[in-house]
């Protein structure tokens, strides 16, 4: 039976990276929401599945510093190749539904797009939760965006559980609160619709 790892790394290997059916070369929709953040470069942004993603080459210029995750080690090592090394950045490979090893930093951000929405089992969703409260500070922010009801079934092989802006602020839990969402629709690189909830939280205390 193949692993997360192995689905992931035989995906990132086999395609480029504007092959793969969650390639955005327009980032603005993530960057939009993140512009209600009050500014501040020398924030920490974990990304819990960093992919080859773009969004990683913005953040960096606009110089925060970055916690890289991903399950995929294939993934991680094309990123490395593009974008190199520096003291702002922190590479973790590791499965986000997995408790985080224990030196794992805090950030004042979490940014999930299209992560959380292919992990199925009950334990492995509130393992996420459990993992994103332990990383993100008090007053930190995290922006989520995943398939919405109206969204795709599959995507790259896996079934997927998608999510109304309801369920996800029940999930997030009663120290966040929701400041906005909104209901996207991104083209993917093959021109088909794929309907996500974008929506963006603030953290009020500890629990």
């Given at each position: 039976m193949?692993?997360?790892?192995?689905?992931?790394?035989?995906?990132?290997?086999?395609k480029a990276d504007?092959?793969?059916?969650?390639?955005?070369?327009?980032?603005?929709?993530?960057?939009?929401?993140?512009?209600?953040?009050?500014?501040?470069?020398?924030a920490t942004?974990?990304?819990?599945?960093a992919g080859t993603s773009l969004l990683v080459d913005e953040l960096v210029d606009r110089g925060h510093r970055l916690i890289l995750n991903d399950i995929s080690d294939d993934a991680l090592n094309k990123l490395k190749k593009r974008i190199g090394n520096n003291g702002?950045?922190?590479?973790?490979?590791?499965?986000i539904s997995?408790?985080?090893?224990?030196?794992?930093?805090?950030?004042?951000?979490?940014?999930?797009?299209?992560?959380?929405?292919?992990?199925?089992?009950?334990?492995?969703i509130q393992r996420y939760f459990e993992n994103l409260r332990s990383v993100l500070k008090p007053g930190g922010y995290a922006l989520m965006a995943e398939?919405?009801?109206?969204?795709?079934?599959?995507?790259?092989g896996l079934e997927l559980h998608r999510?109304?802006?309801?369920?996800m602020t029940?999930?997030?839990g009663s120290g966040f609160e929701l400041l906005e969402s909104e209901e996207y629709t991104y083209i993917n690189p093959a021109g088909e619709p794929r309907p996500y909830i974008y929506a963006l939280y603030k953290r009020h205390d500890a629990c």
């Open positions: 193949t692993t997360r790892k192995e689905h992931w790394n035989a995906i990132f290997s086999a504007a092959e793969l059916g969650w390639y955005e070369d327009d980032i603005s929709q993530t960057l939009k929401f993140l512009e209600q953040i009050p500014r501040d470069e020398v942004v974990f990304l819990p599945g702002k950045l922190s590479w973790l490979h590791h499965d997995r408790p985080l090893p224990k030196e794992a930093l805090t950030a004042d951000i979490w940014i999930d797009r299209a992560v959380l929405h292919f992990l199925l089992d009950e334990a492995d398939f919405s009801t109206r969204g795709a079934r599959k995507c790259a999510y109304s802006v309801e369920e029940r999930r997030m």
